[in-house]
């Protein structure tokens, strides 16, 4: 580590199980979970089991990692020296089909959250999980978490059940942009529709992979549909998106937005420096080249240092030991992707946070 600190921008607190979010349900729910049989709210793609899933070493004697929060800091924290870190929690909130069920469930893990983690570490900072099955009661809970300033982010899924930039989801936004909060799309799926943009895959590493292009998708969403001339001061940040890809992808997009761009003219600067200027993307699972030259030649073509996060994407494993920071960028580089970036993205990050990451007293 060639950096004072770090802030890791992607960890994943682990529900170890339904019971645990029960005290935080309202009554008729937790009857209903109790009535129901209802055993864990998990997609089937993603099965706790995978290696991709838990670091082996990481597990408990239940197979599951993350569950706890001293372990977080003893595995997450203390390792990797982080000054904060953000937990984005993976629940299958999103793919409930009840609009009432998903509120009721996002605000039981946003009070879980509070209470078994952020009051119990104060390096902990928190994604508020919106029921994004109904735009309204995302936006209040959105209000509600805002509150407390431990809440740095709303959490979106790239695969929903329609492109996020539609207008239907414009109050999610201005809600986000009024708390000064930065709109976090993580890796994962409510499965309305496949992960491929040709049908359903096979395999998980099917699955996985795609995950990459349904960025790519929404990121071209939310620019033609206007959402960042809309919301001037929202940021993204794409969660375990890859990184490789965008450079081409921003050609891509560019080229035909000069031939094209009288469909869209709120879009009136190239979309590859107004992607610059207003997304991020959190750095593990890092799937750039492994030399110095090629990782240098790649941040060449992002055409800006800003833009990376450090992220341990914890307790996924994408990295040889406590190796989440990649070799190959240069020191000043480490620097601002481990903690200079993170705290201009993150305006809820504090101040005296700032002072020390910028060398100052
Ligand atoms: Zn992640």
């Known amino acids: 580590m060639t950096s004072a600190f770090s802030i890791d921008c992607d960890v994943h607190p682990t529900v170890p199980k339904m019971a645990a979010l029960l005290p935080y349900l309202p009554d008729m729910w937790r009857d209903t ?9 998990v997609t089937i793609s993603y099965p706790t089991t995978n290696p991709l899933s838990f670091r082996a070493d990481w597990r408990d004697e239940t197979g599951k990692a993350g ?3 001293e372990k977080l800091a003893a595995e997450a924290l203390d390792p990797f020296g982080s000054r904060f870190a953000i937990l984005n929690c993976l629940y299958g909130v999103q793919a409930l089909f009840s609009e009432d069920m998903g509120a009721a469930f996002a605000q039981a893990l946003n009070d879980w959250i509070v209470q078994e983690w952020l009051d119990r570490d104060p390096r902990l900072r928190a994604s508020i999980v919106v029921p994004t099955q109904n735009p309204e009661r995302a936006v209040d809970e959105i209000n509600r978490c805002a509150a407390d300033k431990r809440f740095v982010q709303v959490l979106l899924l790239v695969g929903g059940e329609i492109p996020l930039g539609r207008r239907q989801n414009w109050p999610i936004f201005a809600a986000a942009q009024k708390h000064g909060l930065p709109i976090g799309i993580h ?4 499965y309305r529709h496949p992960v491929t943009p ?3 895959p ?3 590493t099917e699955d996985y992979v795609n995950q990459a292009p349904g960025f790519q998708s929404q990121l071209t969403n939310l620019m033609s549909e206007g959402v960042f001339a809309k919301f001037p001061d929202l940021t993204v940040v794409l969660m375990e998106s890859g990184v490789s890809w965008l450079p081409a992808y921003l050609w891509r997009l560019t080229k035909f937005w ?7 003219p709120w879009v009136s600067d190239p979309p590859a420096s107004i992607v610059r200027d207003r997304v991020r993307l959190t750095l593990q699972p890092f799937d750039g080249p492994p030399d110095e030259g090629g990782i240098m030649r790649l941040m060449e073509h992002f055409g800006s240092d800003e833009m990376l996060l450090f992220s341990t ?3 996924h494993w994408q990295f040889e030991g406590q190796g989440a920071m990649p070799e190959g960028f240069d020191p000043a580089l480490t620097r601002k992707i481990m903690a200079e970036n993170p705290l201009r993205t993150y305006p809820r990050l504090n101040e005296t946070a700032a002072q020390a990451a910028m060398g100052r007293p």
């Open 33 to 41: 979970v109790v009535r129901r049989g209802v055993e864990e709210l």
């Open 67 to 69: 569950t706890s929060v």
């Open 187 to 190: 890796a994962g799926s409510t």
């Open 198 to 200: 040709v049908g359903w």
């Open 202 to 204: 096979t395999y998980y």
């Open 258 to 264: 000069k031939g094209l761009r009288s469909e869209i």
């Open 313 to 315: 994407d914890y307790p």
